[in-house]
């Protein structure tokens, strides 16, 4: 603990650059460098040691800031937030954006957040408690996250409803989306409000465009800048000391920006970098799994969520939480996409292959077959109408969760994966399938089907061509499975009835795409939401004694760096949806703190 005082008192005070040279143990004269190979990018190309012959350069630093100011947000989802705080704290703020527009995923989110003990459930009635929530928040996330980012969280979190409606914003009654693990009407979910922000048409309520809506305007009347097609690529950071400001690619070429007092890194997932998804989770990759990015399709993602803010950050010294969760892993019938648009004027909410019941829902499974590569079926499919036990406290259903028997068979398949539900004519009519953007798909509109996720035909044997399976296993399957209709029982996997022959053409496939969507976890931070040191856990291999009193804010931080939202999410493992209240909630937090640093220089 004394430690960490002395690391925050020191850092108190207005820092020059040849403080930093004294700090980092760089002796004038060029002696031999205490802190050698913590000065990344001082030595040649051939990794040679430093010359003795001349004073070390400040290789830590760059040869020029372009643009300086007191915080540098990156990132225009949460990062809105954190912006607002900054400068309504005081401080000058600056905020990257690599897209062309303002939003990022956050535009495109289901627009509720669970937040408990609200004044928006005391106007409907609803009873809640801190204690309560903070109870159900432990239990949602498998008690795998820290108690105490969890309890930050919970008495911060309803401050977030006035400050909403401050600017604008207004709430629907709550609903309560995870009853089996929330015990009160949690659910937050934004309210039409046409005279501040647009709604989809047809929708009972609002999407996230709604807050990035508010926070944009209100960032325009506070006179924040916004800079469009501002890539983050690198944070620069004095060896063992504060962050000092970033590398940015632009359209105009690289420039480096000073942060006088902190960057917050609020650049969301990294569920787009396939290389990092291998790194967790080599069952995620392959040519059926996609990341969350919009429509595939035509080459182009809306959001490349390409973990930048992860890995720059782990290049200057800071430590993940666990993310081997990765995300949910969506399985969608007939389309690659979670979302998209036509065309993406990103002025209203996108379409949404999730959520498209007549595709997901427990009839859907009941009147399919599914099956893999060589024709055959490889599990019972009403696994995939499975729904949460609260007994058990599960979270969540269909498909979300990666462990139970629908996703576990599923990504237990050897790739490349070519899985497909099957119907007939009879099925499709039944289910009350599209069946006219079934045959014309648009996987920007609609349901968004993908014509290669897509097959129609007279016969079974053109079908398994078109599926690119077994024409004699898709065959024998499809008998077999009739077979069972007349027996009353399925033999193979015990699908309970009724079932449902596939006899009567045309006869329907949608092929199988992982999506792989809400990243989870990511950089450990603190209650303060300032980004925990990497080196420090070597404390924890020290010998001395640690108990569970020993807080996360006494662990050491990299000075001057914050994080929140999916990049910093606090919430532990699998949870139920609805993070927008968590993620607001830290990034107004570290926006607070941010604010309040004293200037390095």
Not at 208 to 233: D, S, Y
Not at 412 to 430: F, H, K, M, Y
């Amino acid at each position: 603990m004394s430690e960490n005082k002395n690391m925050q008192n020191s850092d108190s005070k207005r820092l020059s650059r040849r403080d930093f040279l004294r700090n980092a143990g760089v002796i004038a004269g060029g002696a031999t460098l205490g802190a050698g190979m913590l000065l990344s990018g001082c030595s040649d190309g051939n990794n040679a040691a430093p010359t003795t012959a001349e004073p070390p350069k400040e290789c830590w630093l760059p040869d020029e800031w372009h643009k300086e100011t007191d915080v540098v947000v990156v990132g225009t989802g949460c990062g809105l937030a954190a912006a607002i705080e900054a400068k309504t704290a005081g401080a000058d703020v600056l905020i990257l954006e690599k897209n062309d527009w303002v939003g990022g995923l956050w535009k495109t989110a289901g627009g509720h957040a669970i937040l408990g003990a609200t004044k928006t459930q005391k106007e409907h009635g609803i009873e809640d408690s801190i204690e309560a929530w903070y109870e159900d928040e432990l239990k949602a996330c498998g008690y795998r996250g820290v108690p105490e980012l969890i309890r930050t969280y919970v008495e911060r979190g309803p401050e977030l409803v006035p400050w909403m409606e401050s600017m604008g914003f207004k709430w629907d009654k709550p609903t309560n989306h995870s009853p089996e693990v929330h015990r009160a009407n949690r659910s937050h979910w934004p309210a039409h409000n046409p005279e501040v922000y647009e709604s989809k048409p047809n929708d009972i309520r609002s999407f996230g465009l709604a807050w990035t809506t508010v926070w944009e305007k209100k960032l325009q009347e506070l006179g924040v800048p916004i800079l469009l097609k501002h890539r983050m690529k690198k944070i620069y950071r004095q060896p063992g000391g504060p962050v000092l400001g970033v590398e940015v690619d632009t359209p105009e070429g690289t420039i480096n920006i000073k942060a006088r007092k902190a960057v917050i890194l609020c650049t969301g997932t990294w569920t787009d970098n396939y290389r990092m998804v291998q790194a967790w989770d080599p069952r995620a990759v392959g040519p059926d799994c996609f990341g969350d990015g919009g429509t595939p399709s035509d080459g182009t993602l809306f959001v490349d969520s390409a973990g930048d803010g992860h890995l720059a950050a782990a290049e200057i010294g800071a430590c993940f939480s666990d993310m081997s969760f990765v995300s949910y892993y969506y399985i969608f019938y007939g389309s690659r996409s979670y979302w998209g648009w036509d065309p993406p004027d990103f002025k209203t909410a996108a379409n949404y292959a999730a959520g498209k019941g007549v595709l997901r829902s427990d009839a859907f499974f009941q009147r399919v077959i599914l099956v893999k590569n060589d024709g055959t079926r490889y599990v019972n499919e009403m696994e995939g109408a499975r729904k949460a036990d609260p007994a058990l406290g599960e979270a969540g259903g269909l498909n979300e969760n990666i462990e139970w028997p629908y996703s576990a068979k599923y990504l237990s398949l050897p790739q490349p994966r070519n899985v497909w539900a099957i119907t007939d004519s009879v099925g499709a009519e039944e289910l009350k399938w599209p069946l006219e953007e079934i045959k014309n798909p648009n996987p920007k509109k609609g349901f968004m089907f993908d014509p290669a996720c897509i097959a129609i035909a007279d016969s079974i044997e053109e079908l398994a061509n078109k599926m690119g399976v077994s024409v004699e296993g898709l065959k024998e399957t499809i008998n077999r499975y009739n077979g069972f209709v007349d027996a009353g029982e399925d033999k193979d996997f015990g699908k309970p009835m009724p079932l449902y022959k596939i006899a009567k053409p045309p006869f329907y496939a949608l092929k199988a795409s992982l999506i792989r969507h809400t990243q989870r976890n990511g950089l450990r931070v603190n209650t303060k939401s300032q980004v925990i040191e990497q080196s420090d856990q070597m404390t924890g291999y020290s010998g001395k004694a640690i108990d569970g009193s020993i807080s996360i804010d006494q662990e050491k931080v990299i000075p001057h760096l914050y994080a929140a939202g999916e990049l910093g999410n606090i919430m532990g493992w699998r949870r139920p949806h609805g993070s927008l209240g968590n993620y607001a909630t830290a990034a107004r937090i570290a926006g607070e703190n941010a604010a309040k640093e004293t200037p390095w220089d």
